[in-house]
T-cell receptor, first 113, second 112 residues
Framework: DQQVKQNSPSLSVQEGRISILNCDYT??????FLWYKKYPAEGPTFLIS?????DKNEDGRFTVFLNKSAKHLSLHIVPSQPGDSAVYFC????????????FGTGTSLTVIP | DVKVTQSSRYLVKRTGEKVFLECVQD?????MFWYRQDPGLGLRLIYF???????EKGDIPEGYSVSREKKERFSLILESASTNQTSMYLC???????????FGSGTRLTVV
């Protein structure tokens, strides 16, 4: 059973606009969340994280929002750039570092120049 | 910088062959993970290891086995490759960004 879901397999956005990628989870024990970015033929690379004690974390053009009551998180990219075109995975984990992360199915973002 | 090295970027194997995918880390970490990535299915955990000679099944272990004889090396073995094992295989260790994972560059395996 998929514990982390990304319901949009793909998203297209114009350069300079906002990209919003969504992620839902079912396990209320999850308390740590990450977003990864993946280019074809490469491994995923860490983008941004958030713990359950926060509802927002910002790093440059990337902001992650967490709504614990809705078990929902989102990644905002502002402004979107063509180099952001990639597959984005959200991931969730319970408790300690080193524990298993559960990944969503991914959203393929295309930023149109 | 943390390094996770997967020995092959691309592999083509025949149905029924025994296939070895190798992963080496330079961080002396106890935990190592093998995932496969498929379109529409995301990353799914095959096996993980929390110490030398220790292993645990992940969510989709069928058709796979693993070996961890040395701390730095974690091998994924396809005992008899089948076409439904055509996939991108990713090795990971904890670390490299706020308690997440560092991934290797992946091995794209095609079974024909």
């Amino acid at each position: 059973d998929q514990q982390v879901k990304q319901n949009s397999p793909s998203l297209s956005v114009q350069e300079g606009r906002i990209s919003i990628l969504n992620c839902d989870y079912t396990n209320s024990m999850f308390d740590y969340f990450l977003w990864y970015k993946k280019y074809p033929a490469e491994g995923p690379t860490f983008l941004i994280s958030i713990s359950s004690i926060k509802d927002k974390n910002e790093d440059g053009r990337f902001t992650v929002f967490l709504n614990k009551s809705a078990k929902h998180l989102s990644l905002h990219i502002v402004p979107s750039q063509p180099g952001d075109s990639a597959v984005y995975f959200c991931a969730a984990s319970a408790t300690h570092p080193g524990n298993q992360f559960y990944f969503g199915t991914g959203t393929s973002l295309t930023v149109i120049p | 910088d943390v390094k996770v090295t997967q020995s092959s970027r691309y592999l083509v194997k025949r149905t029924g062959e025994k296939v070895f995918l190798e992963c080496v880390q330079d961080m002396d970490h106890e935990n190592m993970f093998w995932y496969r990535q498929d379109p529409g299915l995301g990353l799914r955990l095959i096996y993980f290891s929390y110490d030398v000679k220790m292993k645990e099944k992940g969510d989709i272990p069928e058709g796979y086995s693993v070996s961890r004889e040395k701390k730095e090396r974690f091998s994924l073995i396809l005992e008899s490759a089948s076409t439904n094992q055509t996939s991108m295989y990713l090795c990971a260790i904890p670390g490299g960004g706020a308690y997440g994972y560092t991934f290797g560059s992946g091995t794209r395996l095609t079974v024909v």
